[in-house]
């Protein structure tokens, strides 16, 4: 399966998720245009044929050490703490990567 398939099909899990807007939904503009979204925050995108999810810095951290990704650059020189781009190739991985960075983005966006 392409990358973009892979990618689309988890567009098609996560879509029913509260709060989740999808690649191609109205409103969507420019930069994370392609993304997925939650309460207007991107959790999950595809850049280069690759997943990139944002997650804790530690579990960034972690996940790189066990060599389940690799460090995201956004084309500026240097890896975004939060940013993890997968190098796991299978739908599992990248469906239980994604729901860690939904869950982990929708708590950060929580108003007290």
Same mark, same amino acid.
């Given at each position: 399966?392409l990358p973009?398939?892979? $990618?689309?099909?988890?567009?098609?899990? @996560?879509?029913?998720?509260? +709060?989740?807007?999808?690649? +191609?939904?109205?409103?969507?503009?420019?930069?994370?245009?392609?993304?997925? &979204?939650?309460? +207007?925050?991107?959790?999950?995108?595809?850049?280069?044929?690759? @997943?990139?999810? &944002?997650?804790?810095?530690?579990?960034?951290?972690?996940?790189?050490?066990? +060599?389940?990704?690799?460090?995201? #650059?956004?084309? &500026?020189?240097?890896?975004?703490?939060?940013?993890?781009?997968?190098?796991?190739? #299978?739908?599992?991985?990248?469906?239980?990567?994604?729901?860690?960075?939904?869950? $982990?983005?929708?708590?950060?966006?929580?108003?007290?």
């Amino acid at each position: 399966m392409l990358p973009e398939e892979r $990618f689309n099909a988890l567009v098609d899990v @996560l879509r029913a998720s509260p +709060g989740v807007s999808v690649p +191609g939904e109205p409103g969507q503009r420019g930069f994370g245009s392609n993304a997925l &979204k939650v309460q +207007g925050s991107i959790f999950a995108m595809i850049s280069g044929g690759r @997943l990139v999810v &944002k997650l804790p810095h530690q579990r960034v951290e972690t996940l790189i050490g066990i +060599g389940v990704g690799s460090p995201f #650059d956004a084309g &500026k020189g240097r890896a975004m703490r939060e940013w993890l781009t997968v190098t796991a190739d #299978d739908e599992q991985s990248w469906l239980a990567l994604a729901r860690e960075a939904l869950d $982990f983005v929708r708590s950060q966006r929580r108003t007290p």
